[in-house]
């Protein structure tokens, strides 16, 4: 029997797995390889594919198509200014591609579902879509904006994110309404789009590759190294990191003077480079790595200082997998089924956040007590395992729930891609 063809369409390509979202996509493509469907993933993707992610990508997908990968070179983040006039917000406007959407559109002929991964994928969609649609959204992108807005330095930033936080709450309100079904990665995302757009969402669980993060015991006599990983271009990492250096490091380092900080992800932020260096701190910035657990081994405390960000963090259910002990802000692990002072230290002001550093600096048994029952937490409920069947059986419903009222396009997307500058 011919399986169903499910065109997975995401705005970003997926290899390495090196950021949150893309490594829980790749969860969901691979619990669904195999499926009910045949999946077809169509991303942008480099000229050449390197032989190691033509391995991987055969564990995600039965068939993979690609558009050029844009080039980001210096002048990028310049050449985003120029779209600041468009009526779509700046990251969803970059995101449009004539080639994509030529590809997509050609894509979408032999389609019986199709899944938009992230919302910036609705502006490579045609106007109407005639196949039963999914929308896997990994946050509240709005709720993002508004964080930035808020913690705007001057007049005229806070003038810019609130224009931006204007467009992008038309254009995920108009988006969300255009799919057929929502899958939101928490039930807090599920509620607030209930809330603000007046849309249902389902759920999938943050899953977490436990074969991959075994459990590594944190010595209690290991040394004071602190740990925190991430892709360290994106703002609101660099936000987090800049604060956790200004404000909690020098409490920290008053206290234990040999104590070792490591940001562990891919292009970190110059100017947090060289101050860190200016200030001689004993700080280090590995920028990317293929691989991140011999960076995290021989760290006594994992920390996410996070004050913007939306969605869920998968970070904070790998370091608790690994076993280690975790400090962050409320928001570092919004949307998480985890309980403060069970499952990890909840710290959102300086002088919290470097006491409760300290402390498991100072306490080896707490540091292995708080570690066990988290990584626990993630055993029993968030293997990576289980995220692709829940996801699987969203896809069937829609289509299901779709055959069942006639085959009617979907309401159209076109509003959400309405003419500005440079035909965004």
Request: hydrophobic share 45%; aromatic share 8%.
């Amino acid at each position: 029997m011919t399986k169903p063809r499910l065109l997975f369409v995401s705005p970003r390509y997926l290899l390495p797995a090196d950021m949150g979202g893309k490594i829980r996509t790749a969860h969901v493509l691979k619990g669904l390889k195999g499926g009910r469907f045949h999946v077809t993933l169509v991303s942008p993707g480099p000229r050449e594919i390197p032989p190691a992610h033509g391995a991987e990508l055969e564990l995600l997908c039965d068939e993979f198509q690609s558009w050029p990968e844009p080039q980001r070179g210096p002048l990028f983040q310049i050449a985003r200014l120029g779209l600041i006039t468009s009526r779509l917000p700046i990251p969803v406007a970059t995101d449009r591609s004539p080639a994509a959407r030529r590809l997509v559109a050609g894509a979408l002929k032999r389609a019986d579902l199709v899944v938009a991964d992230f919302l910036h994928a609705a502006v490579l969609m045609p106007p109407a879509l005639a196949a039963p649609s999914v929308l896997f959204t990994h946050n509240v992108e709005a709720e993002i904006f508004a964080r930035h807005a808020e913690i705007a330095s001057g007049a005229l930033q806070r003038m810019v994110w609130r224009d931006q936080l204007a467009k992008m709450q038309r254009f995920e309100r108009d988006t969300l309404r255009a799919f057929d079904s929502i899958v939101a990665v928490s039930e807090r995302d599920r509620e607030v789009f209930r809330r603000e757009y007046g849309v249902d969402a389902s759920t999938i669980p943050t899953g977490v590759d436990l074969d991959y993060f075994p459990y590594h015991p944190v010595s209690e006599a290991a040394p004071p190294v602190i740990a925190f990983t991430a892709s360290m271009d994106s703002l609101a990492n660099i936000d987090g990191v800049r604060w956790f250096m200004d404000t909690v490091w020098p409490r920290i380092a008053a206290a234990v003077p040999q104590a070792e900080m490591r940001v562990i992800g891919r292009n970190p932020d110059p100017a947090l480079v060289n101050e860190a260096k200016r200030r001689g701190l004993r700080w280090s910035f590995t920028g990317y790595v293929d691989d991140v657990r011999p960076h995290l081994e021989g760290a006594a405390v994992y920390v996410i200082p996070l004050r913007v960000g939306g969605g869920t963090r998968i970070k904070a259910y790998e370091a608790m997998a690994f076993g280690l002990p975790t400090v962050s802000t409320r928001l570092g692990v919004e949307g998480l089924a985890v309980e403060p002072g069970k499952h990890f230290i909840e710290a959102d002001s300086d002088d919290a956040f470097a006491t409760a550093v300290l402390a498991l600096l100072a306490d080896g048994a707490l540091r292995r007590a708080l570690a066990e029952v988290a990584r626990a937490l993630v055993e029993r409920n968030f293997s990576a395992r289980s995220v692709g069947a829940v996801f699987e059986g969203t896809c069937v419903a829609t289509m299901e729930t779709r055959a069942a009222r006639g085959a009617a396009p979907n309401a159209s997307l076109a509003r959400t891609r309405a003419p500005g500058r440079s035909g965004a």
